[in-house]
């Protein structure tokens, strides 16, 4: 079987976080989630933790190096046998370019999931998760959509457009859109 390395792309609050932990579950394949690494960054006590913090409780995207810095770090880590699971990078277009950029002179074809909600059902998840987990940028909602529309959702087109996007219905139960995950990637799904 060939290395597969999988992103997960969507909407704030589409389940991207969810589906990557149900596939490690099954898979037990490495997961590298960009929220998490941002999160760990913005709570140290420097000047760049401080910014980015700021930025995140505001519901903005930050500075493309910045995920792509924890991107490129992480997949040099890689040996040349691990599965992968990226959650959460390639948000603006020049992210994605490095992406494909760095993936091309690895070997490692991509495959990319995009979790298809509605903003009405986001604003309703949303609303549910921060009443559950308190996560501040989901103060935010308006603006996390709307950073979607202006960076995420050109890249989504740009990944449809190169053929490299697969469609996935996040409007079902959790383990509904895992079993469509698992089918796509040719993953047994019992």
Known sequence: METRTVFFIGKPGCGKGTQAKLLFEKTGWKVLTAGNELRAMAALNTPA?????????????????????????????????????????????????????????????PTILNIQVSDEEILRRLALRKGVEGRADDNAVDERLKEYYEHTEPVVKMFLERGMLIEINGEQTPEQISEDIRKVLNIPTN
């Open 49 to 109: 933790g401080g910014k980015i913090k700021s930025e995140m409780n505001a519901g903005l995207l930050l500075p493309s190096w910045i995920p792509m810095y924890l991107f490129l770090k992480s997949l040099f880590a890689l040996s040349e046998d691990d599965h992968v699971i990226f959650d959460g990078f390639n948000r603006k277009v020049p992210e994605a370019e490095l992406v494909i950029e760095s993936l091309t002179w690895l070997d490692r074809p």
